[in-house]
């Protein structure tokens, strides 16, 4: 596709539930930047990954968040026990630079926790 | 403090005037600062960067940079009602990490 791909657009889960979130960058796109963005705020950084290395991790709230990136493409944001103040749009971003002058955002997924 | 602070709106700006956005930020080894929009319920895009103290202009916007004062601004000139949405202020100090910190962003409302 032409642009950053994320799938689901909307996922509703029972506390406790695991879930995954799935992101398809723009193609040969080396960065991939995962954000988290609260209603009304802006977004969070979570993760970063430069081709299939995880080079920040830094802003994961919790050992429940694990990204992953094993071929340097797809990437899959895990949340486990998920817990309703993980509600929010999961945002997904990836750019052909090492920087972020170029970095296109997906859709989001938003996750409703219940 | 935040390290990246907007005042969140609403700004109300009449169509054909000039809408003036304003962001702080508090790392002083801040480098490169990028304006993002987001339209409700959608993504945020990336309107402008700047790296460099002083004006950058790119049609009808212009970012300006103020390091000494830690200031960020976003001009809009000859605003159109289609630049109604809330305007993210983006920071990233390039030490070797690639993260940006976002404000909270301003919703800008422009009247008919």
């Known amino acids: 596709g032409a642009g950053v791909s994320q799938s689901p657009r909307y996922k509703v889960a029972k506390r406790g539930q695991d879930v995954a979130l799935r992101c398809d960058p723009i193609?040969?796109?080396?960065?991939l930047f995962w954000y988290q963005q609260a209603l009304g705020q802006g977004p969070e950084f979570l993760t970063y990954f430069q081709n299939e290395a995880q080079l920040d991790k830094s802003g994961l709230p919790s050992d429940r968040f694990f990204a992953e990136r094993p071929e340097g493409s797809v990437s899959t944001l895990k949340i486990q026990r998920t817990q309703q103040e993980d509600s929010a749009v999961y945002l997904c971003?990836?750019?052909?630079?090492?920087?972020?002058?170029?970095?296109?955002f997906g859709q989001g997924t938003r996750l409703t926790v219940v | 403090q935040k390290e990246v602070e907007q005042n969140s709106g609403p700004l109300s700006v009449p169509e054909g005037a000039i809408a003036s956005l304003n962001c702080t930020y508090s790392d002083r080894g801040s480098q490169s600062f990028f304006w993002y929009r987001q339209y409700s319920g959608k993504s945020p895009e990336l309107i402008m960067f700047?790296?460099?103290?002083g004006d950058k202009e790119d049609g009808r916007f212009t970012a300006q940079l103020n390091k000494a004062s830690q200031y960020v601004s976003l001009l809009i000139r000859d605003s159109q009602p289609s630049d109604s949405a809330t305007y993210l202020c983006a920071v990233n100090n390039n030490f070797g990490n690639e993260k940006l910190t976002f404000g909270t962003g301003t919703r800008l409302t422009i009247i008919p």
């Open positions: 700047i790296y460099s103290n």
């Open positions: 971003a990836s750019s052909s630079k090492r920087d972020n002058t170029e970095a296109f």
């Open positions: 193609s040969g796109h080396v960065s």
